[in-house]
């Protein structure tokens, strides 16, 4: 996590971001959106810059115009990483805020999900938030999950993993090279029990999902087909509230 990658084009942070509202949903405060009475939820982990992140939130609106209860829960405590915040570097802010504490807290956030009559969740994580999502899909706590140029994942990880996983990886990544990747994708390949989808997306770099300029046509378009994969993906596995049998695990380049 300490290459420059992870960090790059830093959000412009806004707390009034999104058309859905901030509410506390088992003990953190997060951004809601949806239909109130959905069956089907969708958590998104957040990247180091946290869940006030405009791009993040725009994501959150689309995901629950498909009929999806989504939450963007605050793992940070209103803490998320500033570049700009010299006293307190990378690795001091991880230290405070590490991804195994984030996934016990968002335990709480399911159990309040299910207590919402919520029958069926799936959970997206960006880098810092794809540890998260696999930790919750290493204990068959959600439905699907979805891996966006994720950061700390390891093979193990993947090995243990008990729902249907998409990995979404950057051809210009330090951090979840594409030959990494690629190994996420032979290890899910040989997991009868889970399906898989593996895909690499050329010219763009770690962070793209969530970090891109509107300026930049390429970004956003590439952006915007991964938001479109994850959601299909979310369709596929939580709309329907099933786990599915094996099928062959697809990698795209």
């Not at 793209?208 to 299909?232: F, I, P, T």
Request: with cysteine.
């Amino acid at each position: 996590m300490s290459s420059p990658q992870c960090c790059a084009n830093p959000p412009t942070l806004s707390p009034s971001s999104g058309i859905g509202s901030v509410i506390e949903l088992g003990g953190l405060k997060s951004y809601v959106i949806g239909p109130s009475d959905s069956k089907r939820a969708v958590i998104l982990a957040s990247d180091v810059y946290g869940y006030e992140a405009p791009n993040l939130r725009k994501l959150a609106d689309k995901v629950a115009a498909a009929g999806f209860y989504v939450v963007v829960p605050d793992f940070f405590y209103g803490d998320p990483y500033s570049p700009a915040n010299t006293e307190k570097p990378l690795g001091v802010w991880k230290g405070l805020h590490e991804p195994d504490k984030a996934f016990e807290d968002a335990k709480p956030v399911l159990v309040a999900l299910r207590s919402k009559g919520i029958s069926a969740i799936g959970a997206a994580g960006f880098c810092y938030g794809a540890k998260v999502v696999v930790e919750l899909a290493k204990c068959g706590l959600i439905q699907a999950g979805v891996l966006l140029h994720p950061t700390f994942v390891t093979m193990d990880d993947i090995k243990e993993v008990m729902a249907p996983m998409a990995v979404l990886g950057a051809e210009v990544d330090k951090i979840s090279p594409p030959e990494l990747v690629k190994q996420f994708e032979e290890i899910l390949s040989s997991k009868p029990e889970v399906d898989g989808f593996v895909k690499i997306f050329p010219g763009v770099a770690h962070g793209w999902s969530v970090r891109y300029r509107m300026g930049d046509e390429m970004a956003v378009k590439c952006a915007e087909e991964a938001h479109q994969d994850m959601l299909n993906w979310f369709i596929k596995y939580v709309n329907h509230g099933m786990l599915p049998p094996k099928a062959s695990v697809r990698t795209r380049l």
